[in-house]
């Protein structure tokens, strides 16, 4: 039986002395050795990385990395940095699996397009959610002890990272004012104080900028097969060493919505027309014998109004999860969103507009009680009619039992639970109830 720990030191002593194609070649197959180390102490991290294609990248100033190609996730390491970071073999064992919880809860799909903005932050944050779950990572990796005398505010365990970016980001806002001169936005300024930190992954090979994520749901769609076909493979009894919080995000892989609100969304909007374009698919009916001339089709624009419930009656959790809702809209559709929070009134000052997941606003606003007719008043103010708008209200469903929907019924209640009912009766527009797992990182 071969010693990895004593063959892995003995490569390092040796590497440095080796040319440039042995470097790569006995770095290949220590990265293997560690590999079937990891399938057989734990078997789901391992068949997780087993099922990313592997490349050889010297230029890496990190030993690993995740880098998309062609809306595939690909594992790329370097094996003087592997030696450089990874002292001992059991590291490199750690530095893998800090890297497959990146996979598994999507990291790099999910922050590809911050991470060109906050790369600091959100290295800091995804670490720390990681990071919690791995045991023997190299010294000076980033921990909650390690980053919370940097951080005004209580950081959480075993939170989601989205919990520990925000955190990042109100205390990096909060240094900016209090500086003159020039400051760090992307959170540099954070870590100038404090030792430096072991980089096992850059997640700057994340960003999506030179066009490697062209379909982000095809991308989507492979990583979570990725995950869901490594979980397969591992055996009941090897089961067992995967933290619960990672299994509750597989769980919610292997359950499906019932219902597809995203899919019934697009169909409805997909047939609202708001106007005539022209087009060569169709005769011009003022002159049919002249086919050089368009003729003109129903124009179909997208207009979504969604209303978040912040009553006092939807937690700090589910608020953050239906947020979480809008956020994977914003994926699916091509079109701006706006989003407004309500209890008791519209909270009108509150409004906004986004285009991806990063603008979403997880934060409380208002927690009073619940009126439905503020909505439906809301929208009768601006102006909105069935034939150009849809709105989306992400509630628990309990609010008044009548309302005036002033004609309109272009609505489609999403409630937070499969158990919710909806108080408002009749029913106005289509009920879709949601399956909101646990908080967990996903």
Not at 40 to 55: I, K, N
Not at 222 to 234: D, G, Y
Not at 386 to 402: H, M, S
């Amino acid at each position: 039986m071969i010693n990895h720990a004593s063959a892995y030191a003995q490569w390092r002593e040796q590497l440095l002395q080796l040319p440039a194609a042995e470097q790569t070649a006995t770095g290949t197959i220590m990265l293997q050795r560690a590999l079937i180390d990891l399938l057989a102490s734990d078997q789901f991290y391992g068949e997780v990385l087993l099922r990313l294609p592997r490349q050889v990248a010297v230029q890496l100033t990190t030993p690993l990395a995740l880098t998309w190609q062609a809306n595939r996730l690909t594992l790329q390491f370097a094996p003087q940095r592997l030696a450089q970071t990874f002292t001992r073999f059991n590291e490199l064992e750690a530095g893998l699996k800090h890297v497959a919880l990146h996979v598994i809860w999507q990291h790099p799909l999910r922050y590809r397009q911050q991470v060109q903005s906050q790369g600091e932050l959100v290295r800091l944050a995804t670490d720390l959610a990681v990071n919690q779950y791995v045991t023997g990572l190299p010294a000076n990796s980033p921990q909650l002890a390690t980053v919370q005398p940097m951080v005004a505010q209580p950081l959480p365990r075993y939170a989601d990272s989205q919990v520990y970016l925000r955190l990042l980001q109100q205390q990096s806002q909060s240094q900016s004012a209090s500086q003159t001169g020039p400051t760090a936005s992307n959170g540099q300024h954070l870590t100038t104080a404090s030792q430096p930190t072991t980089m096992i992954d850059n997640p700057n090979q994340w960003s999506a900028d030179a066009g490697q994520v062209s379909n982000p749901n095809l991308a989507q769609a492979r990583l979570q097969q990725l995950v869901q076909t490594a979980w397969n493979q591992t055996p009941t009894a090897a089961r067992g060493t995967v933290p619960g919080r990672v299994q509750a995000a597989l769980k919610r892989l292997r359950q499906p919505a019932v219902i597809d609100w995203r899919q019934l969304l697009a169909r409805r909007l997909g047939q609202m027309p708001a106007g005539r374009r022209p087009s060569r698919a169709r005769f011009n009916r003022r002159q049919p014998a002249r086919m050089e001339l368009p003729g003109q089709v129903s124009d179909y624009r997208l207009q979504i109004q969604v209303y978040v419930d912040h009553s006092g009656s939807i937690s700090d959790q589910t608020l953050q999860q239906l947020l979480g809702q809008v956020a994977t809209l914003t994926q699916a559709m091509t079109v701006t969103i706006t989003v407004q929070a309500f209890d008791a009134k519209v909270h009108t000052g509150q409004r906004y507009q986004v285009t991806d997941p990063q603008q979403i606003q997880f934060k409380r606003t208002g927690g009073g009680g619940t009126v439905y007719q503020r909505v439906f008043d809301d929208l009768q103010q601006r102006h909105m009619t069935n034939q150009q708008t849809i709105a989306l209200i992400l509630t628990d469903g309990q609010g008044e039992t009548t309302v005036d929907s002033h004609d309109f019924t272009n609505v489609i209640w999403l409630l937070a639970t499969p158990q919710a009912k909806l108080s408002v009766q009749p029913v106005i527009g289509q009920v879709v109830p949601l399956t909101l797992g646990d908080d967990v990182d996903d």
